[in-house]
């Protein structure tokens, strides 16, 4: 049996331990990138997990930190109450949190408060000089002044913004400034209560119930408060965000053929992505960027298996008819698909790809995609109208590029590899492979 001094220093490594105990996922928090973006729904330690990595810092380095949001009229609108909890909590002892500060005695680094409504006017966030993180809570509020005027003012070398946020618009200017930063510069964590393996039972047992009652159609803030979506989808929007979280829950099994849809682009900023399904399961994923066309053809054959008689439907479009040439040469059986192509029933719609939409929607309840939040927003925030023939019409991927600063390329190689386009699809002959 432990004695009383050996209980009290287990207690004390306990403590210590927990300083840094986070979920997996939140870990990357601890690692330099100049940028970090955490978000997603209720019960994922966001917060907490932010506020942790900050105190141990500052515990163990002399760094100043900027704690915002948009609005804040008191501290009490701040992170200021999470962290000075945390500070009682893990028996920090060299932390002092005066009225509007918190200061470490010992390493003598500070934590400040500020709002940044209003702050291009007042100028005074351009006084802040050698911040070292800027943790930006509720970032889902912050506006695109905020943002401009938050970015250079951040300039110390080595400096750091954090932002934690739960999407609320599938527009909102954090996420908007998260789709245009460069991937080597940025730690983006998507976190959810699923993740969190020590979140209370009382909250699991919540999201669980809420989830349940989800599904059954009597409860549709599931997917926001939990999962983290946004909630400012339109009527506009061609699928309900519901339809697409039930297709991506969906267990079913692997029956008929396999087909491949295949969204090409070349050394831009857009992805070149595959989809495989067999029958109505998608069964594989491939997400490549900036290779030529041999190299894109490479990774596509191999992505098949090396199998000339699978259907591989190919957006056709600018550099994908090159892949399509040289699949065909060596004897694949490639269906090359252009979305502004006649669609089959030109009654109902002007164009292939507002047809491959409104197909896969015809489907969703029946297939199953695999659970990837970028296929889900591109899929949820894909808008159409109706012509002056009265058919069915997708927005264009110009106008949906405007609005989000990305192509949907996860969407669109899911479209290709669910489309029966009229076209037979003819079993080739085999030549030999000159790969």
């Known amino acids: 049996m432990l004695k009383l001094n050996e209980k009290i220093e287990l207690l004390k490594l306990l403590i210590i331990k927990d300083r840094l105990r986070m979920p997996e996922k939140m870990k990357a928090i601890l690692k330099p990138k100049r940028y970090k973006f955490a978000w997603g729904g209720r019960g994922g330690s966001k917060s907490t997990s932010i506020a942790k990595a900050i105190l141990y810092r500052a515990n163990t380095e002399k760094i100043r930190v900027l704690c915002g ?28 949190p005066t009225k509007n500060i918190i200061r ?25 000089e050698g911040v070292d993180i800027a943790w930006i809570e509720e970032a889902q509020t912050l506006s695109k002044n905020s943002i401009q005027l938050l970015d250079p003012t951040i300039r110390k070398d080595k400096s750091e913004i954090w932002f934690g ?12 400034f998260k789709e245009k930063i460069p991937s080597e510069l940025k730690t983006e964590i998507d976190i959810n209560y699923s993740d969190n393996p020590y979140l209370p039972p009382v909250l699991v047992e919540q999201a669980l119930r ?3 009652n989800f599904e059954k159609g009597l409860n549709d803030d599931y997917p926001h408060i939990w999962l983290g979506d946004p909630i400012g989808l339109s009527e506009r929007n061609i699928f309900r965000l519901s339809e697409i979280i039930n297709a991506m829950d969906r267990e079913i099994n692997p029956v008929g053929e396999v087909q491949i849809g295949a969204d090409i682009a070349r050394f831009g ?19 490549l960027k900036k290779l030529n066309l041999v190299e894109t053809s490479n990774q596509l054959i191999e992505f098949a298996n090396y199998n000339k008689n699978i259907p591989i439907k190919i957006d056709d479009t600018g550099v994908g008819g090159g892949v399509t ?5 060596n004897g694949y059986n490639v269906v090359p698909v252009n979305f502004a192509q006649s669609p089959n029933d030109s009654n109902k719609y002007p164009n292939a790809i507002s047809e491959m939409w409104f197909s896969l929607k015809n489907m969703i309840n029946e297939v199953e995609l695999c659970n990837d939040i970028e296929l889900k927003s591109e899929l949820a925030t894909r808008e159409w109208k109706i012509d002056n023939k009265g058919r069915r019409c997708v927005e264009s991927k110009e106008d949906y590029k405007r609005r989000y600063y990305k192509s949907p390329d996860k969407a669109d190689a899911v479209l290709l590899c669910f489309y029966e386009p009229i076209v037979k699809i003819n079993k080739v002959k085999v030549i030999d492979n000159f790969f």
């Open 210 to 212: 809420d989830k349940e």
């Open 325 to 329: 040439d040289i699949l065909k040469s």
């Open 69 to 96: 949001r948009e609005i804040q009229n008191s501290l009490q609108e701040s992170v200021f109450n999470l962290l000075t909890d945390l500070i009682k909590k893990l028996e920090y002892t060299d932390f002092e």
């Open 165 to 176: 946020f739960n999407r609320l618009m599938p527009d909102d200017p954090v996420w908007i």
């Open 104 to 128: 470490n005695k010992r390493t003598e680094s500070e934590i400040i408060f500020t709002g940044f409504y209003g702050q291009e006017k007042k100028q005074t966030l351009k006084s802040l």
């Open 269 to 287: 900023d857009d992805r070149i992505v595959f989809y495989k399904r067999q029958g109505l399961k998608v069964i594989g994923e491939r997400v």
